[in-house]
């Protein structure tokens, strides 16, 4: 097992990595809308999926992974009101390739998060 830590993303909030590899595959931990130096991104669902989507891409290139190797994503959202929304930018980043995923409203995220995607992706 390698441990994935990059100071592009923000630290973890708790006992835990950002990311580990296991046999070439890539499983990050959640990412959620917070900055690299651990600020929350405004309370607008979209920003929070381009900032979580900013961290994702960050973890992935320091496992030597990109989006394009993605397999797997899990999205946990915090109102299903916003699935609209926040597949538009989505979208955005998995306009040709798209990974298996799966999409589940929850009751809270840490730090009052709007969003949390977490992703398995094949090392190159």
């Known amino acids: 097992m390698k441990v ?3 100071n592009e993303a923000p630290a973890a909030i708790g006992p835990y990595s950002q990311g580990i590899i296991v046999n070439n595959v890539f499983y990050s931990s959640g ?3 917070l900055t690299a130096n651990g600020e929350m991104v405004e309370r607008d669902v979209q920003a929070q999926t381009h900032q979580v989507f900013k961290n994702l891409q960050a973890v992935l290139g320091e496992a ?12 946990f959202i915090k109102s299903m009101d916003d699935f609209s929304a ?5 979208g955005e980043y998995f306009h040709t390739h ?3 995923r799966s999409c589940v409203e ?16 094949l090392v190159k």
């Not at 989006?67 to 899990?74: I, W």
């Not at 926040?86 to 989505?90: A, D, H, K």
């Not at 929850?106 to 730090?111: E, I």
Request: aromatic residues 2%; hydrophobic residues 50%; negative net charge.
């Open 64 to 75: 030597g992974a990109s989006l394009e190797t993605v397999v797997k994503t899990t999205v």
């Open 86 to 90: 926040i597949n538009e930018v989505y």
């Open 31 to 33: 990412q959620i809308p």
């Open 106 to 121: 929850v009751a809270r995220l840490p730090k009052d998060a709007l969003i949390e995607i977490e992703v398995i992706a």
């Open 4 to 6: 994935i830590q990059t």
């Open 98 to 100: 798209k990974p298996a």
